[in-house]
């Protein structure tokens, strides 16, 4: 997901005069400790292979009719006994007209948003639940499931990270539980329906027109989407590095964006080379990658295989190839390997925002990376990355990418890069925690990355922040220096890290030195033919750091 806090703000003030909701990362934040356990133990005891989605929309109502088919199998080994019930998310603003279990009517109560069947045939592993309900799905979060409006157009689309999945069909919203998926959009027939997964089949029926999509690899309940409006659309040919497979780039657009899109999005074929060359081919590769522009006002959300971009910023002006590659970088990081929890967001959305800046030196270099992840420093970042208050703020954007900038730096390149494809080929298509890419990275580079995991993601809440001053001490023609790095840390006992330090020298030369820091005072002393002029610590910005003289 891209948030763009200032950028919407502006839009809103300036150009359209839409309902402000301006502080919806504030909301967000309380919301998601509220149901922070909306996934129970029941529901972890059952796992869902299949989901066959019937969607039929009823813009002028703004409704949704609904059948939906799921394949779970129960997890013998946890919670399921004889008078167990299943359990599944489902907002109880939704009427459901019937619930069956392998066929059989089934009785069922609601209460919370949840679903709790009541199981005729114990002894069956395999279940196929089938729910046939209608109604008007409730809003909530960042938006939640929308019949739309612009320019006279209807629009209809999703946004339902982290857990609105289930305002508008019954699922499993734990992210981990990943299943294939077929989903039916019927609208009326001049709409274009868009979804997850391959196109298999178009229908028509009276004025009414079903696209029917299906997945090869599984997907989470939250990436699930709809997209129904009178789009336009354009494609690219994607040729995987292998140059086994020949996949579509599709672009929905609106017909007024048409000239605009093909300006703003000509660079997925470079974003989706570039990123499959960093991280692996690009994993659903067997599927396609798209964009379809939605009416989501804060940016855009990597719905797999079809992400969400904001009708807002088709601008014809290319202002955000750093959100069209973040997004793709989702799929990566995200979709083909989910977060565990959302305690694991870091995973997604820290991973997404450094493949902008790894973009921007794969093309245009060191300067490119670097002056990237300067825009991403911040001397206000707070809580932890792991377990975040807020799933979506700065710190787990602009903090996370600055992380695993410092892990490169930490472990090198070459064991960096290793570690990023060789955690994508072991989690793809599942999900993964951030112990389990520590682990990787820690065989790769045979270091114990535990002190670094702990200051940066588990329980440091801080930047660096050091004092620094030197003295030299001229001796038989040469000079004694000895240099001072003073931690002063607010609430976390003592950062380690590597130093480098930039000596300048009078003579006009200048040589890097690296120190490794693990106290709060340190004392380094060396000594140099030359006289010392001044000191740079961390010339080259490698840590999320900040740092005074005392000279
Ligand atoms: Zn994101």
């Not at 989605?53 to 009823?58: A, E, F, Q």
């Not at 294939?180 to 004025?207: A, M, P, Y």
């Amino acid at each position: 997901m891209t948030f763009y806090r200032k950028f919407s703000f502006f839009i809103i003030v300036t150009v359209i005069f839409t309902v402000a909701v301006y502080p919806q990362s504030f909301q967000k934040n309380k919301e998601y400790n509220d149901k922070k356990y909306f996934v129970s133990q029941q529901q972890k005891a059952l796992d869902i292979l299949h989901y066959d989605l019937s969607i039929d929309l009823n813009v002028d109502k703004k409704v949704v009719n609904g059948v939906a088919i799921l394949i779970a199998v129960k997890d013998q080994s946890n919670y399921f006994n004889s008078d167990s019930e299943i359990e599944l998310n489902f907002y109880d603003n939704m009427k459901i007209h019937y619930v069956k279990i392998n066929s059989k009517p089934a009785e069922y109560s609601r209460r919370k948003n949840r679903i709790f069947i009541k199981e005729t045939e114990v002894s069956l592993d395999t279940l196929k639940i089938e729910i046939e309900y209608s109604g008007a799905p409730q809003r909530g979060g960042f938006d939640g499931f929308v019949f739309g409006w612009v320019k006279g157009n209807s629009l209809v689309y999703n946004i339902s990270e982290p857990d609105l999945a289930s305002t508008f069909f019954p699922c499993d919203e734990d992210p981990s539980d990943k299943a294939l998926l077929d989903i039916k959009i019927t609208n009326d027939s001049q709409f274009v329906s868009v979804s997850n997964g391959n196109l298999i089949e178009t229908k028509n029926s009276g004025n009414k027109k079903t696209y029917h999509y299906k997945t090869v690899y599984p997907i989470s309940p939250y990436l699930i989407a709809v997209y129904s409006a009178p789009y336009k659309n354009f494609t690219d040919s994607y040729v995987s590095l292998d140059e086994k497979d020949t996949m579509q780039i599709y672009y929905y657009v609106l017909p007024e964006h048409f000239d605009n899109a093909k300006i703003d999005f000509a660079g997925h074929l470079d974003y989706m080379k570039t990123l499959s060359e960093l991280f692996g081919e690009y994993p659903f590769i067997k599927e396609k990658y798209g964009i379809a522009e939605f009416l989501w006002n804060y940016g855009a959300m990597e719905n797999q295989t079809i992400t969400g971009f904001g009708y807002n910023f088709v601008s014809g002006n290319n202002f955000f190839e750093d959100t069209y590659v973040h997004e793709l970088a989702h799929h990566w990081w995200g979709n083909s390997v989910g977060p565990k929890t959302w305690n694991d967001i870091w995973l997604s959305e820290g991973f997404a925002a450094y493949s902008e800046a790894l973009y921007a030196e794969a093309k245009n270099g060191k300067e490119a990376l670097k002056s990237k992840m300067l825009s991403k420093f911040s001397s206000n970042f707070n809580g932890t990355l792991y377990a975040p208050k807020d799933l979506f703020s700065e710190t787990i954007y602009d903090k996370g990418a600055w992380v695993l900038h410092m892990l490169r730096n930490e472990i090198g390149d070459t064991d960096f890069f290793e570690a990023l494809k060789s955690y994508h080929n072991i989690y793809k298509y599942s999900n993964a925690s951030i112990d389990d890419f520590k682990t990787i990275c820690e065989n790769i580079s045979r270091k114990d990355l535990t002190k670094f995991f702990d200051q940066w993601i588990y329980n440091g809440k801080e930047n660096i922040y050091f004092i620094y001053s030197f003295e030299a001490e001229s001796n038989e023609g040469m000079e004694e220096v000895t240099l001072y790095i003073d931690q002063k840390t607010r609430d976390y006992p003592e950062f380690h890290f590597n130093l480098d330090v930039e000596i300048f020298y009078k003579d006009g030369t200048s040589e890097t030195k690296s120190f490794f820091i693990n106290k709060i005072k340190n004392k380094f002393n060396f000594t140099t033919g030359r006289k010392v002029e001044a000191i740079l610590p961390d010339p080259e910005s490698k840590l999320l750091a900040e740092f005074d003289s005392e000279y």
